[in-house]
T-cell receptor, first 114, second 115 residues
Framework: AQKVTQAQTEISVVEKEDVTLDCVYE???????LFWYKQPPSGELVFLIR??????QNEISGRYSWNFQKSTSSFNFTITASQVVDSAVYFC???????????FGTGTRLTVIP | GAVVSQHPSWVICKSGTSVKIECRSL??????MFWYRQFPKQSLMLMAT?????????EQGVEKDKFLINHASLTLSTLTVTSAHPEDSSFYIC???????????FGQGTRLTVV
C-alpha cells in the first residue's frame, strides 16, 4: 500500500531563514512519481515539482530545492531565505504507475514570520 | 502551468437542495479528472476519479448517489451534491491531468456551506 508521511505538522521560521520540509513515502512499485504542492490561504493547490522514481537528481529552482533519496524513501523540500509569501500548507504526494490518483500526505503548515 | 477553472468558488445552500460544481481544463485535454474533499486543517481526501465518457470510480465510503460526477468531455467534469446536508459543508477541489504520471493541476476549490 502506498503511504506519504509528513511528520512536521506546523513549522514557524523567521524571514530569511532556511527551512526544510520532510516527506517520507512508502510504495511497493518500482515506478512511481513524487510531487510537491503549495496551498496558500486562498485554497488553490499550486504545483511545484514532479519527480519520477528513476531520476534521483536533486533539483533547484530559485529558492526552492528538492532532495530525493530512494535509499531512505524521502523527498525533502528546502526553501532558502524564506519569505512571508512562502507561508502556506505544503503537501507531498505520491502516484504509482498504473494508478490514477495522487495520494497526499497530511501537509505541513509553514509560517514565515516577518 | 496548465489552467484548471473551478466554479463556483463558494456557495451557500439550504439543506435538502442540490449544488453543482464545475471543473474545466482551459488549455489542455484532461483524460482524467479527480474530485477531492478537504476538511479544515486536513489533507485532501480523494472522493472519485472520472475518465471522459465513462462512469466515475468512487473511493470507499463515498456515496455515489449523493455525489454525482459527470465527465462529459475532455475539458469538463461536474460534481453534484444532491440533497445537501450541513455535514456536506466542506472545501471541494477538482484536479485534471493529461495522462498518467503527469502532474495534476488543481482548480481554485469550492467552499460549500449548507445551512
Amino acid at each position: 500500500a502506498q503511504k506519504v508521511t509528513q511528520a512536521q505538522t506546523e513549522i514557524s521560521v523567521v524571514e530569511k531563514e532556511d527551512v526544510t520540509l520532510d516527506c517520507v513515502y512508502e510504495t511497493r512499485d518500482t515506478t512511481y512519481y513524487l510531487f510537491w504542492y503549495k496551498q496558500p490561504p486562498s485554497g488553490e493547490l499550486v504545483f511545484l515539482i514532479r519527480r519520477n522514481s528513476f531520476d534521483e537528481q536533486n533539483e533547484i529552482s530559485g529558492r526552492y530545492s528538492w532532495n530525493f533519496q530512494k535509499s531512505t524513501s524521502s523527498f525533502n523540500f528546502t526553501i532558502t531565505a524564506s519569505q512571508v509569501v512562502d507561508s502556506a500548507v505544503y503537501f507531498c504526494a505520491l502516484s504509482e504507475a498504473g494508478a490514477n490518483n495522487l495520494f497526499f500526505g497530511t501537509g505541513t503548515r509553514l509560517t514565515v514570520i516577518p | 502551468g496548465a489552467v484548471v477553472s473551478q466554479h463556483p468558488s463558494w456557495v451557500i445552500c439550504k439543506s435538502g437542495t442540490s449544488v453543482k460544481i464545475e471543473c474545466r481544463s482551459l488549455d489542455f485535454q484532461a483524460t482524467t479528472m479527480f474530485w477531492y474533499r478537504q476538511f479544515p486543517k486536513q489533507s485532501l481526501m480523494l472522493m472519485a476519479t472520472s475518465n471522459e465518457g465513462s462512469k466515475a470510480t468512487y473511493e470507499q465510503g463515498v456515496e455515489k448517489d449523493k455525489f454525482l460526477i459527470n465527465h462529459a468531455s475532455l475539458t469538463l467534469s461536474t460534481l453534484t451534491v444532491t440533497s445537501a446536508h450541513p455535514e456536506d459543508s466542506s472545501f471541494y477541489i477538482c484536479s485534471a491531468r493529461r495522462t498518467e504520471g503527469t502532474e495534476a493541476f488543481f482548480g481554485q476549490g469550492t467552499r460549500l456551506t449548507v445551512v
